[in-house]
């Protein structure tokens, strides 16, 4: 086990976005729920203080820490996706009920924590041998929200949109 693990600070809300991320993510679970012993900050005896949580054997812990603080694009999650399919399913799930998207794959969901959506062939673009290929990539990234497998395959190709 990992001596080092993110905590996610929440107002309340650390067990549904617990929750959430680990109906995502396969190999993830909640591994413990500590309640607060007594009245007072951060919130009421009996409420949720910690949730511990695995998200693909990373250790998490989301706090309610009792008042409300935003989270940035400076810390993000990034999320390896096998193929198109899971890149969607990802990304509609986690700007559910109010997440923002973004540029280049980001987003943040609707608790405001920044996530990167990245399908797994994307070094192969960027990175390729062909480095006009990889500069077309590139561009095409730029100018993509939710990142397109396709897109990104027929950009490093040279190959046009179908």
Same mark, same amino acid.
């Given at each position: 086990?990992?001596?080092?693990?993110?905590?996610?600070?929440?107002?309340?809300?650390?067990?549904?976005?617990?929750?959430?991320?680990?109906?995502?993510?396969? =190999?993830?679970? /909640?591994? *413990? /729920?500590?309640?607060?012993?007594? =009245? $007072?900050?951060?919130?009421?005896?009996?409420?949720?203080?910690?949730?511990?949580?695995?998200?693909?054997?990373?250790?998490?812990?989301?706090?309610?820490? $009792?008042? *409300?603080?935003?989270?940035?694009?400076?810390?993000?999650?990034? /999320?390896?996706?096998?193929?198109?399919?899971?890149?969607?399913?990802?990304? =509609?799930?986690?700007?559910?009920?109010? $997440?923002?998207?973004? *540029?280049? $794959?980001?987003?943040?969901?609707?608790?405001?924590?920044?996530?990167? /959506?990245?399908?797994?062939? @994307?070094?192969?673009? @960027?990175?390729?041998?062909?480095?006009?290929?990889? *500069?077309?990539?590139?561009?095409?990234?730029?100018?993509?929200?939710? @990142?397109?497998?396709?897109?990104?395959?027929?950009?490093?190709?040279?190959?046009?949109?179908?």
């Amino acid at each position: 086990m990992s001596k080092i693990s993110p905590c996610l600070w929440f107002n309340g809300e650390a067990e549904e976005a617990a929750n959430l991320y680990v109906s995502l993510v396969p =190999d993830s679970r /909640i591994t *413990k /729920i500590q309640r607060n012993p007594i =009245d $007072g900050p951060p919130g009421q005896a009996g409420t949720v203080l910690v949730v511990e949580f695995t998200l693909a054997g990373q250790s998490f812990m989301a706090l309610n820490g $009792g008042m *409300k603080l935003e989270h940035t694009h400076a810390v993000s999650f990034k /999320i390896d996706c096998a193929d198109q399919a899971e890149v969607d399913r990802l990304w =509609d799930a986690l700007l559910a009920n109010g $997440g923002e998207p973004s *540029k280049c $794959g980001w987003l943040k969901d609707r608790f405001g924590v920044s996530w990167q /959506i990245v399908p797994s062939a @994307l070094p192969t673009y @960027l990175g390729g041998s062909d480095s006009a290929g990889a *500069k077309r990539a590139m561009q095409a990234l730029l100018g993509m929200v939710k @990142l397109d497998v396709e897109g990104l395959k027929r950009a490093y190709e040279g190959k046009s949109a179908a």
